[in-house]
Structure formats: structure tokens, C-alpha cells
């Protein structure tokens, strides 16, 4: 009884450091020709590759030359060396594509003006250390919102009002998002409710990356 324990001790420690070295480090973002964009969220030995129409691919690393080469058993490939990229997927023609983005995949660097902004309604939100300003439906609604205690999930931020405003902004931090206004793509995705009522937008570096 008391080996099975241990075993069942060591078992979960491997199980948790190598989820540990799975984690992603670095969020990137890729412009592609057509206006597409793809996403990454890199980490040691494996990628999550976000394609432009919705949903992921997960990719492992395999051994190459140059660069950092990901591949799944379907077929698709990410290969990247410096500031290009390759992207190969099965019943496509391979894309060469830049990346435009790229940043540690944590809390947004505020200071190089983060922001988000959706459409219709429109709103956007601007980005302080504690807190965020929202100015909602075409300027006619404002809150300024305190950012809330560290939630379990370390790749999510939130942002909420008193308790009569009932407002809240939620970042979910590496998740491709593109602009349905003007195809930029941008590093993150963006949720602001208020009251009953969802809108999805997109946050990053202002202006995001354009469609190439």
C-alpha cells in the first residue's frame, strides 16, 4: 500500500512538471498573405497554433537545421526562423507569413497603450496598471473599472464595477482575436458586459497588426 503512495506521489509530480515545461511563454502573432492571421502560443517543446477562422491546433516540436519546426500528425506544420514563419496545413499551398506580434504571454504591457475595442455597439476600453476606462455604446456610456484579485486561470484577467454598475471586463491573454471593423488581429481576446448584455472585442498594442 504504501509503495503504490509513493508511486502514486512520483507519478503526479511528473505529471505536473511536465505540464509545467508544456506551458506556453510567448504569444505571436502572424500576418499572412490574403489579410489572414494566425496565432501562436509558444512554448518549450510545443505550440498552439489559432487559426484566422476560429479554433486551435496543438503542434510539437521536431528536430530541424534552423529555426523551430512544429508539426502534428495531420500534416500541419509551423516553422519559424527570425521574424518569418512558414505555415503548412494539408489541402492548402504553404504560406509564408511575418510575425508581427510577439510578447510574453502575461499580463499586457500597459505601458505601450494597450487597448480594447469592439463593434457594434461600439466600445473601447483603455488599459491602467490597477484599473480600466470603458467608454461604451458610441460614447455614451463610461465606467472605470478596478482590476480584480488573481484568478486561478494565470492567462485571464479581470476587471469589475460596483455592484449597482454591474460591469465587467474579462482579457483572456493569447487567443487570436481580428477586428470585424478593419481585419487587424490582435494578440488577445476581449469580453465587456453590462448588465445582461455581451460584447465580444479585441485587445493589444493599438492598431493591432494589419492585414497584410
Known sequence: MKSRLVLSLLAACATSNAA???????????????????????????VRLDMPSGGSVP???????SGARYTDEGGTVLWTHGAEARIEQPAAPPMTC?????????????EDGYIARGQEPGWIARFAPDHVAV?????????????M????????????GEEEEDVEVSVTLGRLCTDAMNGAAY???????????????CGGPEGGLPPA
Not at 135 to 147: D, I, K, Q, S, W
Not at 191 to 196: E, K, V
Request: net charge negative.
Open 98 to 110: 511575418e510575425v508581427g506580434l510577439s510578447r510574453p504571454l502575461g499580463a499586457p504591457d500597459v
Open 59 to 65: 503542434l510539437r516540436r521536431t528536430r530541424t537545421a
Open 149 to 160: 484579485p488573481a484568478i486561478s486561470d494565470e492567462h485571464r484577467l479581470l476587471y469589475r
Open 20 to 46: 509545467s515545461a508544456e506551458a506556453p511563454e510567448r504569444y505571436v502573432v502572424m500576418s499572412c498573405p490574403e489579410g489572414a492571421a494566425f496565432g501562436a502560443a509558444v512554448g518549450s517543446e510545443a
Open 187 to 201: 494578440p488577445d481576446t476581449v469580453t465587456l458586459r453590462i448588465g445582461g448584455e455581451t460584447y465580444s472585442g
Open 135 to 147: 467608454t461604451a455604446a458610441y460614447g455614451t456610456e463610461r465606467f472605470v473599472l478596478p482590476r
